[in-house]
DNA sequence: AAGTGGTCTAGACCACCCA
DNA sequence: GGGTGGTCTAGACCACTTT
């Protein structure tokens, strides 16, 4: 009864969907390499790359650079309003969350940064990067960018546990408000090297902008997601923010 | 200096990134057809494309089927914590919507569905489906799925207007609460279809579920956006949300 | 009717991973 | 060293849009 697939590649898409959703390919699972799959479906290896890609897109597999395609885990639950630790978000969904650091260094702040963080020219910056594995799993890549009047010696720190959390204790700061923006983008260079995925691959992007309890800005983070680990969960509950005033009611053909 | 592209396709992603960034090519505009590319590029139609796919899948260009790559336009600023009219959202950024609709009918709800609006089995609902253009062009594809029992009479109104407008005036309701859940998704069939976009493309999918003012859920849609089209916004000022009980210290060497 | 993008074939070589 | 995925070539045919 059901419509035939009109291409080849959607074909195979379905097909592997269907073995994902009925649980015959679980997740973490390998699919068979693609010269296998390609004399399975009776095809070639772009037209079967295809498929793969638009499933990559879906979130439904993932792939290591060089080491195959896998079936993808469920998404973490990512919420922004839930401020303070992040490790705490991840083991409230019984879930477990492992940091590396890669660099700390100071440098002056890139033309983008400048604006985002509204500094003056020349300014310099710490930076922290670090690297997230979630149950094992590389999930994000994160920069943050310090204002270093603010952190006095933090470089020297450990960071392999939480930085909100060395915020608080060695420097008696807390945010206060945080800025976020989201949105789908790609990953190159060192991104990609590090999250192990080919340059062009498709993943979230999570700035995010924090201010202490005074209400000064005093750093922000770049977090650069596996785009198939993560879903960001918003509840509105009786919120109103400060650039939503009284509505006014909108002008009928809008 | 700057070290050379290690491949065809980073090459000609770079190039053509910097003609964007530097104005030469602007939002909007029309790139040469595939093959005139190929031979500016001294490449093949397959090289080409998986540097233009990269491009696109950071959000720098998009596609129309079968009409040709073009230069992205600025992302619309969505905050979810703005709950009341979408149109007030758009028009604050000076930008301009309009909303198609597409169908109106009732439906028994998918199984998906029965479990993300908690509803016994065998429900029916009504559904609504608009296609929503920003400055003219198309950018997300948009279904709500109704509870009946709250909405009589709802289906034979103009949906071309807000439909939380619609809500308050003639059912005398108010959104309380709003839950949201993004992440980035792949479309396919009918929403390829409406899209105009290629099965497969990369999507920014917006799940929102609705509660009145009694804290009653009342409907929920689901929001293809081109994944291009759009950025999250999220402000957590002074915001402390229900599932973020007061926060406990997370053990050493998480 | 001409031109465009979408799909597809049948190969090749290389870089990287693992045994 | 064998197998894998990543890159790349040089074509073909089809579906769709535009003129």
Redesign the pocket.
């Known amino acids: 009864m059901s419509v035939l697939p009109?291409?080849?590649?959607?074909?195979i898409r379905q097909t592997l969907e269907n073995q994902i959703d009925t649980g015959l390919l679980q997740a973490g699972s390998?699919?068979?390499?693609?010269?296998?799959?390609c004399e399975l479906f009776?095809?070639?290896?772009?037209?079967?790359?295809?498929?793969l890609l638009a499933l990559e897109a879906d979130g439904r597999i993932y792939?290591?650079?060089?080491?195959?395609?896998h079936v993808s885990y469920p998404r973490l639950d990512y919420n922004p309003l839930y401020k303070l630790y992040f490790q705490r978000m991840v083991t409230l969904q019984n879930r477990s969350v492992e940091t590396k650091v890669l660099a700390t260094r100071e440098l002056l702040a890139s033309a983008t940064l400048t604006r985002e963080m509204e500094l003056p020219a020349l300014s310099k910056l710490y930076q922290i990067c670090r690297l997230r594995y979630l149950d094992g799993r590389i999930v994000s890549y994160v920069e943050h960018f310090l204002k270093p009047a603010r952190f006095p010696g933090i470089l020297e720190q450990d960071h392999t546990k939480s930085l909100t959390q060395t915020y608080e204790e060695h420097y008696g700061l807390h945010f206060s408000r945080s800025r976020f923006s989201i949105y789908p983008a790609a990953a190159y260079g060192e991104v990609a090297q590090q999250l192990?995925?080919?340059?062009?691959s498709p993943i979230l992007m999570i700035k995010r902008i924090n201010y202490d309890q005074h209400g000064t800005l005093v750093d922000c983070d770049h977090e650069y997601w596996r785009h198939d680990a993560v879903r960001i969960v918003v509840d509105s509950q009786d919120q109103q923010t400060a650039d939503a005033p009284d509505p006014v009611p909108v002008p009928a053909g809008m």
């Open positions: 009109a291409t080849q590649i959607s074909h390998r699919l068979p390499s693609d010269r296998v799959l009776g095809t070639t290896r772009i037209t079967l790359k295809d498929a792939r290591e650079k060089h080491k195959g395609w192990n995925i080919t340059a062009g």
